[in-house]
């Protein structure tokens, strides 16, 4: 079974993960972290390593909001002593389908799955309508 941590700014996470069980339902194997306007980011490191080892970094894939932010910066320290696998840029749709799924494929499987419906769940509408 694979297991999820979203670390991300603010309540994005949290709410990531509400709006996916109004469509989705129950989803289970999931914690988020949310850094908040004047939280310490020592702080907040200390809390992805603790969450990561309550887990476990076996069959985890940690989400967070954005390349190059303090949430993606704390988990990156963490990646060169552990084994889970990291995705930047997450997203409802790539969000919901790797929540369907992750009970289905393995975690090369998942993975290859995130990159390739991570580029399909951006649309440029204006290409897809003709306007008058």
């Known amino acids: 079974m694979i297991n999820i941590l979203i670390v991300s ?10 709006s996916s069980e109004i469509i989705i ?41 954005m390349y190059g932010g303090s949430p993606f910066n704390s988990v990156t320290k963490l990646m060169k002593d552990k084994k889970f696998f990291h995705i930047t840029g997450v997203n409802l749709p790539l969000f919901i389908d790797i929540a369907i799924n992750k009970n289905t494929y393995s975690m090369d499987e998942i993975a290859e799955k995130i990159i390739k419906n991570g580029k399909k769940s951006i649309v440029f509408v204006n290409d897809k309508f003709i306007f008058d």
């Open 9 to 18: 700014h603010g309540d994005f996470g949290k709410e990531l993960l509400k």
């Open 25 to 65: 339902g129950k989803i289970d194997n999931i914690e988020c972290i949310s850094f908040n306007l004047g939280d310490n980011y020592a702080d907040l490191c200390k809390k992805v390593q603790e969450s990561i080892e309550r887990i476990g970094d076996d069959d985890l894939i940690v989400f967070t909001d």
